[in-house]
Nanobody, 123 residues
Framework: QVQLVESGGGLVQAGGSLRLSCAAS????????MGWFRQAPGKEREFVAA????????YYADSVKGRFTISRDNAKNTVYLQMNSLKPEDTAVYYC????????????????WGQGTQVTVSS
């Protein structure tokens, strides 16, 4: 079992930055690929970014490529999402997730989920 707790969300103006953190506890963190997803009201959960267990491979949704950066610190059991040049359409609840198998981009491929953190970008 893996427990995931997100933090770092908040209200920011368009063009601003936020850094989300996801702290993991339970089973060995560096056995898991990690991902970030988001869900806006009335919309389905969508993929944002993913990182392999070693940090050597990363994937991004086209909508965030060049603006968001995913990273991890296995010594701290934490994965991060640095979000720059934020836009109002980035407003959503952001979730981190863990995948025991390999780096992935679909929600059903992930085994554990955090409770989410709200990000609101004002125009």
């Amino acid at each position: 079992q893996v427990q995931l707790v997100e933090s770092g969300g908040g209200l920011v103006q368009a063009g601003g930055s936020l850094r989300l953190s996801c702290a993991a506890s339970g089973r060995t963190f560096n056995n898991y690929a990690m991902g970030w997803f988001r869900q806006a009201p009335g919309k389905e959960r969508e993929f944002v970014a993913a990182i392999s267990w070693s940090g050597g491979n990363t994937y991004y949704a086209d909508s965030v490529k060049g603006r968001f950066t995913i990273s991890r610190d296995n010594a701290k059991n934490t994965v991060y999402l640095q979000m720059n040049s934020l836009k109002p359409e980035d407003t959503a609840v952001y979730y981190c997730a863990a995948d025991i198998r390999t780096i992935a981009t679909m929600p059903y491929e992930f085994d554990y989920w955090g409770q989410g953190t709200q990000v609101t970008v004002s125009s």
